[in-house]
């Protein structure tokens, strides 16, 4: 216990000799790896003693630094999973807004390298003051994930380039974890696609080229992985003219968009050679280029579609995702729609964005909102926090739908009105039934057609929202609501 109050008094003394703008100046990195040093004796049990004795020393004005430096000293002496418990429940810092915000991710096949790829942009960006490093196991961090060596959650990290601040979703490529991909895919403003460049596209790859376009993702920029394992550059060439192709298919910019050839596994590694940190920085300046700012609908009531939802003891339940218009503000008045026949109404405690405090959170903005007076069982994922009187439920609408082509990765048979695929809508899906019009006996791959869609349950919708039809482990159908139905 002496000990670790010790570290806290001689962390305290630097960071005051460092002063307070420590942590919202650009050289935080460096000044947190000074305090850093004085931390290498805390262990487990110190850590834990100072958590029950004094919580509110990790809430002080310096408790960004402090528990940024914690964090790194104690993960050598194990004692990571407390600094969590000391965490739960609070920022550790205030969000400065100095740079654009952009929501970007990775997304491609299983094994391809999107979470290497993820923990070695952090790792090489870290080294130049403008991350926190995560590393491989911090990213994929749930037990069956690790056990499994593949993503299965959607994980989110922050990190800064020159020009922007990126918050990045490292998306599930398994083909049984789809459905997480499509919710970190529909709050993405661009995407970074990996394909080995020693397998070459795979299934995944191209149903996740199609997902992106079909959740609204503008562009792509492409990480060719695992160049070390390649010999015969020919093969190389061909690979990227593949995929060059597969993007052209889908409607994205195939001819211009940026390719980065490189190895995420010797980035994350530090190595200097030709696929290695260099190629980092290099996709980092391909993002910043070639990603459009997106034009943010700031002036709409506020829409934020729910991610994920947790429960912090003593705090109340917390609902994440991304603000798709307007501006959430503390204190303030929400309606949580979708799932039930009435909304619900509660009210904005608090903002956090990466564990960092915000006074609102803006269109854009991946945000984690308390809500005052909400038990964790009343909010699930796919329901819709928005402005009180805003949001309308339907559980029936009018579409236009696109059936996708077998080549295409859908259907060989065509389907018949009654048909009953799962529906994917904003970050929610449920079972619902296609009604087609009289006129039309079936819809065979490759068709456009209107229905008519009905859902299990009533949802927060409006004209012009896209969504996709799956079935059995594959997306059959593309779709835009183009009116939804009143019930009478």
């Excluded at 004795?53 to 993960?75: G, N």
């Excluded at 690790?146 to 990126?166: D, F, L, M, S």
Aim: hydrophobic share 40%; with cysteine.
């Amino acid at each position: 216990m002496n000990t670790a109050l010790q570290v806290m008094r001689k962390v305290f003394f630097v960071l005051q000799g460092l002063g307070d703008r420590t942590v919202e100046g650009s050289s935080r990195y460096r000044a947190r790896w000074r305090i850093t040093c004085l931390c290498e004796g805390l262990q487990l049990r110190h850590l834990r003693a100072l958590i029950a004795s004094s919580p509110q020393a990790l809430q002080s004005h310096a408790s960004a630094a402090v528990s940024t430096c914690l964090s790194r000293a104690c993960a050598s002496a194990g004692a990571c999973s407390a600094l969590l418990e000391a965490q739960r429940g609070f920022a550790v810092g205030v969000f400065q807004r100095t740079k654009p915000h952009l929501n970007i991710g990775t997304i491609g096949h299983v094994d391809h390298g999107k979470t290497t790829l993820t923990a070695a942009i952090t790792k090489v960006l870290a080294d130049l003051g403008q991350a926190d490093f995560k590393s491989y196991a911090e990213i994929d961090k749930s037990p069956e994930e690790q056990k499994r060596g593949i993503t299965i959650n959607a994980t989110h990290v922050e990190y800064e380039t020159g020009k922007r601040h990126y918050g990045h979703v490292d998306c599930p490529g398994h083909a049984d974890y789809v459905k997480n991909m499509i919710t970190g895919a529909a709050q993405m403003d661009g995407a970074i696609l990996v394909v080995s460049a020693y397998d070459g596209p795979m299934p995944q790859t191209r149903e996740h080229i199609l997902l992106s376009k079909q959740v609204g993702v503008p562009r792509l920029v492409v990480y060719l992985n695992k160049m070390d394992m390649v010999e015969d550059q020919e093969l190389v060439e061909l690979v990227e003219m593949e995929v060059r192709e597969l993007l052209s298919f889908y409607d994205f910019p195939g001819d211009d968009t940026p390719f980065v050839k490189g190895s995420a596994l010797k980035a994350l590694n530090g190595d200097t050679g030709e696929y290695g940190i260099q190629t980092i920085k290099d996709l980092m300046q391909a993002c910043d280029d070639f990603i459009p700012e997106p034009e943010r609908k700031a002036d709409l009531p506020l829409v934020i579609p729910v991610e994920s939802v947790l429960s912090i003891p003593g705090k109340g339940t917390v609902a994440t995702g991304r603000v798709e218009q307007g501006t959430a503000k503390m204190n303030e008045a929400v309606e949580i729609v979708g799932g039930r026949e009435k909304p619900l109404k509660a009210q904005i405690a608090a903002l956090e964005m990466f564990r960092k405090t915000l006074d609102d959170a803006q269109a854009g903005d991946q945000v984690g909102c308390l809500l005052k007076g909400i038990k964790r069982d009343e909010v699930k994922r796919g329901m819709v926090l928005g402005a009180p009187g805003y949001l309308k439920t339907f559980k029936k609408f009018e579409a236009d739908l696109y059936v996708l082509k077998e080549e295409e990765g859908g259907r060989k048979k065509p389907f018949f009105s009654h048909y009953r695929p799962q529906a994917f809508i904003r970050t929610g899906d449920m079972a619902c039934t296609i009604t087609l019009p009289e006129t039309t006996e079936m819809a065979m791959p490759g068709d456009r057609v209107t229905c008519t869609v009905e859902l299990l349950h009533p949802i927060a919708l409006h004209e012009g929202l896209r969504f996709a039809l799956r079935e059995g482990g594959r997306t059959v159908a593309s779709g835009i609501v183009t009116k939804p139905v009143q019930e009478k």
